[in-house]
């Protein structure tokens, strides 16, 4: 007699698994927009802490952009203490007021110059935030194509080097023209020319005056800096020129020390 297999019942179907599944994403879901809606909330009081700490660090003002060097009324700042801050603004108004009373004393020696209509083109002093300006006609300073001093520019030259000497910061001595071509001579171009310029008045302040070698700098610029058009005679004469520049940081321990 043969025995009978034991078959065992089969589960019934279970229709209902989807529901894991669903629960999963449901709760992937909800976890995103949570996260998304915590994302999206700004706390404005920190923002503005931070916009603010930013804006104290970098504290940058000055002028400047395409075509001209930019001028920095300050450093950045060292950190957060606002003693420091104190300081470098103190520092500065040291700086602005030792330029000031260095374009004075030049005024006073050259007034005479700077009061003679006859004259008027010759020379003028400019103050531009920390930086100190002697523009002076390179037409009543130079022959035509030339870079030799004129006899007649020897007394400005005497009187600026005397000042110049006497502070002992570094003097930048620049060259500019014109757009015009340079006349055939021993110049190549208006860099050559502008540069010889500048280096004949930087010579000059040395050889003269024996203002250290160190603090002189002699750069050439050619046609790069136009003050005015070159499209009339009187914007070429006025780009034309040779510019003495004194530029002090906040920190110039000339601006410490006092002039």
């Not at 669903?22 to 976890?31: E, G, S, V």
């Not at 104190?86 to 009373?101: P, W």
Request: charged share 25%.
């Amino acid at each position: 007699m043969s025995r009978s297999r034991h078959v065992e019942p089969e589960e019934p179907e279970n229709h209902e698994r989807w529901l894991v599944s669903y629960a999963d994403f449901i709760t992937l879901l909800f976890a995103f927009f949570v996260v998304m809606f915590a994302v999206s909330r700004v706390d404005n009081s920190r923002l503005t802490q931070a916009a603010n700490a930013l804006r104290f660090a970098l504290h940058f003002e000055g002028t400047g952009g395409v075509g001209a060097l930019p001028l920095f009324e300050g450093p950045p700042s060292e950190g957060s203490c606002k003693s420091k801050t104190g300081d470098g603004k103190r520092s500065n108004a040291r700086t602005l007021e030792l330029l000031e009373t260095l374009r004075k004393r030049l005024q006073k020696e050259l007034g005479p110059l700077l009061q003679d209509r006859s004259r008027a083109s010759l020379l003028s002093i400019h103050l531009e935030g920390r930086r100190l300006a002697l523009r002076l006609s390179a037409a009543r300073f130079f022959e035509p194509s030339g870079s030799a001093l004129l006899p007649q520019a020897l007394p400005v030259a005497d009187a600026v080097a005397h000042e110049l000497a006497a502070l002992e910061r570094p003097v930048r001595v620049e060259g500019h023209t014109d757009d015009q071509p340079v006349r055939a001579g021993r110049w190549r171009d208006n860099w050559e020319l502008s540069a010889a310029r500048a280096a004949a008045v930087a010579s000059y302040f040395q050889d003269a005056h024996h203002v250290r070698p160190e603090l002189l700098t002699a750069a050439g610029l050619a046609d790069t800096r136009p003050m005015a058009p070159n499209d009339t005679e009187a914007g070429r004469e006025a780009n034309r020129r040779i510019e003495i520049v004194i530029e002090l940081a906040p920190t110039d321990p000339a601006a410490e020390a006092g002039y």
